[in-house]
């Protein structure tokens, strides 16, 4: 059985913490090094049902995408919830490792495990790491769709495959537009709009799509959008990471037993409309 300081040396190889983003967070929030690991959970979000989800599996290690602390505190009182979460992963020997904009730009990232959960056949990023020689690193992904489909059954597509929440997906632009090049990114990306249209793709599949950006970007270009829940889109990484891990420990003969979380963390729980457009 490997111990914690095993464990998180292969997360770093696999997700350098160096590459992360200067204004995140990642690598070990909570956990003794030496403690012996023998069952891991992947998860989006580190909140309380994780925590307990955890729990029940018996794992002592939680390694999730989002940060706990994103920005500097002065308490972890058990009073706040995110205090709360620290006093029940220490209390229950439970260490929190993340992998956030480390594993976004990474290769496999967050992006490729998005384009293949919708069976998208990966070019390239979207914005290429220009510390990586092999050109392979980088946010977001350009795919191409093995038959061309409307950007209607695209969207359907990302219906279908995507884990579903309430807010589903949204779409903006043509819906009989025909799609053969795609660029795709996990989490929020209306930042990347600007690189979406240099790539000369017809679709962008994402996150969190503001009103303006959405608005300009469909007034500049036939662009088509497709705009799912930032969950959604973030957790096919869980089941890609868990997969990595599950190859190291046969490497290394750990027999460590991985999960996926099976929690919706997405925020929203319902979602009503008329069904008339806006």
Same mark, same amino acid.
């Given at each position: 059985?490997?111990?914690?300081?095993?464990?998180?040396?292969?997360?770093?190889?696999?997700?350098?913490?160096?590459?992360?983003?200067?204004?995140?967070?990642? &690598?070990?929030?909570?956990?003794?090094?030496?403690?012996?690991?023998?069952?891991?959970?992947?998860?989006?979000?580190?909140?309380?049902?994780?925590?307990?989800?955890?729990?029940?599996?018996?794992?002592?290690?939680?390694?999730?995408?989002?940060?706990?602390?994103?920005?500097?505190?002065?308490?972890?009182?058990?009073?706040?919830? @995110?205090?709360?979460?620290?006093?029940?992963?220490? @209390?229950?020997?439970?260490?929190?490792?993340?992998?956030?904009?480390?594993?976004?730009?990474?290769?496999?990232?967050?992006?490729?495990?998005?384009?293949? +959960?919708?069976?998208?056949?990966?070019?390239?990023?979207?914005?290429?790491?220009?510390?990586?020689?092999? !050109?392979?690193?980088?946010?977001?992904?350009?795919?191409?769709?093995?038959?061309?489909?409307?950007?209607?059954?695209?969207?359907?597509?990302?219906?279908?495959?995507?884990? +579903?929440?309430?807010? !589903?997906?949204?779409?903006? &632009?043509?819906?009989?537009?025909?799609?053969?090049?795609?660029?795709?990114?996990?989490?929020?990306?209306?930042?990347?709009?600007?690189?979406?249209?240099?790539?000369?793709?017809?679709?962008?599949?994402?996150?969190?799509?503001?009103?303006?950006?959405?608005?300009?970007?469909?007034?500049?270009?036939?662009? &088509?959008?497709?705009?799912?829940?930032?969950? +959604?889109?973030?957790?096919?990484?869980?089941?890609?990471?868990? +997969?990595?891990?599950?190859?190291?420990?046969?490497?290394?003969?750990?027999?460590?037993?991985?999960?996926?979380? @099976?929690?919706?963390?997405?925020?929203?729980?319902?979602?009503?409309?008329?069904?008339?457009?806006?």
């Amino acid at each position: 059985m490997p111990r914690l300081s095993e464990v998180i040396a292969e997360l770093d190889a696999l997700w350098p913490p160096e590459r992360a983003e200067g204004w995140d967070a990642v &690598g070990t929030v909570c956990g003794d090094p030496g403690a012996q690991t023998d069952r891991v959970l992947f998860a989006v979000d580190p909140v309380h049902a994780v925590v307990d989800e955890a729990r029940t599996l018996g794992a002592q290690l939680i390694v999730t995408h989002h940060p706990l602390y994103l920005r500097g505190t002065t308490t972890v009182a058990a009073t706040t919830f @995110k205090g709360r979460v620290v006093h029940d992963l220490i @209390k229950h020997d439970i260490a929190l490792h993340v992998a956030h904009t480390n594993a976004d730009t990474a290769d496999p990232g967050v992006s490729d495990a998005l384009a293949g +959960a919708l069976d998208l056949r990966v070019t390239g990023p979207l914005l290429p790491d220009p510390t990586d020689p092999a !050109g392979r690193r980088g946010l977001g992904r350009i795919c191409e769709l093995d038959h061309p489909e409307t950007l209607r059954e695209f969207a359907a597509r990302a219906a279908a495959r995507l884990p +579903a929440t309430a807010q !589903g997906i949204r779409l903006a &632009g043509d819906p009989d537009a025909v799609v053969r090049r795609v660029a795709v990114s996990g989490g929020s990306g209306d930042s990347l709009l600007d690189a979406v249209r240099a790539a000369g793709v017809e679709a962008f599949l994402t996150a969190d799509l503001r009103h303006h950006p959405a608005s300009e970007a469909v007034q500049h270009s036939p662009l &088509g959008l497709v705009d799912a829940a930032h969950w +959604a889109t973030e957790r096919p990484w869980c089941e890609q990471a868990a +997969a990595q891990l599950d190859a190291l420990s046969d490497r290394h003969g750990w027999d460590l037993r991985v999960h996926v979380s @099976k929690q919706v963390t997405d925020p929203w729980t319902t979602h009503h409309s008329s069904g008339a457009p806006n």
